[in-house]
């Protein structure tokens, strides 16, 4: 070392850190040779702090404010002490200063789908995306859990590794809470709520908090779409008259389109909007029957009504089934909406 820089190297330093980068979590200030010189000024501010490590050990952490390195009241060693080794003292010094503010908007999502039984639609596959924020609370244990020699260490470095654990936590978090797929829009702050205690642990054992955990979204297949789209419309509808109503127009809205236009489909469509008026009288016979009084008490030889009503009914109910499965063969109808009606015909046998 020549003089002009030796003679520089005892002047008293001023240690301090100014970041504008907004990713940077730890900054390792440049000290000549690593050697803190006695009497150094040391300032850290709001949202920092300052992590000495002296011969390889992290000695003290500092919070906010102004400091003097002395040789007595700081465990920083001053070259003073290195004169007999030839000023290339043994014991060296740095300094880490580590932001304390809260980190935003960092990003999670899954890259793939979360499966999750569903008490409507059976096992469905989802997908969620969001943002969260963290914030370091423990500077020693992070600068040695995570940091380590790493001179400028951001939050790029650690963003995979936080996501995988937040995804971990979140898919265990959706499975526990047995939300279904319908009502996930309205329990997002819920379902943030608990990862944030559930994580809690994880993220303190590396010196971090999880400060925000905000869903943005959660999404279904577009095939779960389509069914609960056909599902809100057969809700609006009602009974099973509008339903058929509803289904042949629409049918005339699509032969429209196709080539050769309503001519082309005029005898199928015919045949269905047949099936639809028989379907629909067959509705309405029933919803008569079921409004008139009942029959006066038969003789002593009317046991066998009782049977025979029955049986009048069960073939009521078949001929409706029949009416359905046409309806579904002439393309009126989905399989998913032929299944429910269905299911529903057959409750009443």
Not at 255 to 276: S, V, W
Not at 279 to 289: D, E, G, I, L, Y
Request: aromatic share 8%; proline share 5%; charged share 20%.
């Amino acid at each position: 070392m020549g003089l002009m820089d030796w003679a520089k190297s005892q002047f008293i330093e001023i240690i301090e850190w100014l970041d504008d980068s907004r990713e940077t979590m730890v900054y390792r200030f440049p000290v000549h040779q690593n050697e803190i010189k006695n009497g150094a000024k040391l300032t850290v501010r709001e949202g920092q702090a300052a992590v000495f490590v002296l011969q390889g050990k992290i000695a003290d952490v500092m919070a906010p404010g102004m400091y003097t390195i002395d040789g007595k009241n700081t465990p920083v060693l001053s070259t003073i002490l290195g004169w007999k080794y030839g000023f290339a003292s043994p014991f060296k010094s740095e300094v880490y200063f580590v932001n304390t503010r809260e980190f935003t908007g960092m990003k999670w999502g899954t890259q793939n789908p979360i499966m999750m039984r569903d008490q409507d639609f059976g096992v469905v596959r989802l997908r969620a995306f969001g943002s969260y924020s963290i914030q370091i609370t423990d500077p020693g244990l992070f600068l040695k859990d995570i940091v380590g020699t790493d001179g400028l260490f951001e939050t790029n470095e650690l963003s995979d590794y936080l996501r995988d654990m937040l995804l971990q936590s979140f898919a265990q978090a959706l499975g526990t809470a047995k939300i279904p797929a319908l009502d996930l829009a309205a329990n997002y702050r819920t379902l943030g709520t608990s990862l944030t205690k559930d994580i809690t642990a994880d993220f303190a054992s590396h010196g971090l908090t999880l400060t925000h955990f905000i869903i943005s979204n959660i999404s279904v297949p577009p095939e779960v779409e389509a069914a609960m789209d056909k599902r809100s419309e057969m809700g609006a509808l009602g009974d099973l008259n509008k339903f058929t109503q509803f289904q042949v127009a629409n049918a005339i809205g699509d032969a429209a389109k196709q080539p050769g236009g309503m001519a082309g489909m005029g005898m199928g469509m015919g045949a269905g909007m047949g099936m639809g008026g028989m379907m629909v009288n067959q509705m309405n016979q029933a919803a008569w029957a079921a409004q008139q009084p009942p029959p006066q008490a038969a003789p002593a030889a009317a046991p066998a009504a009782a049977p025979v009503a029955a049986v009048a009914a069960g073939d009521d109910v078949m001929a409706k089934l029949g009416q359905l499965k046409k309806l579904f063969d002439a393309g009126l109808i989905e399989k998913a909406e032929f299944d429910e009606k269905k299911k529903e015909l057959l409750a009443k046998l």
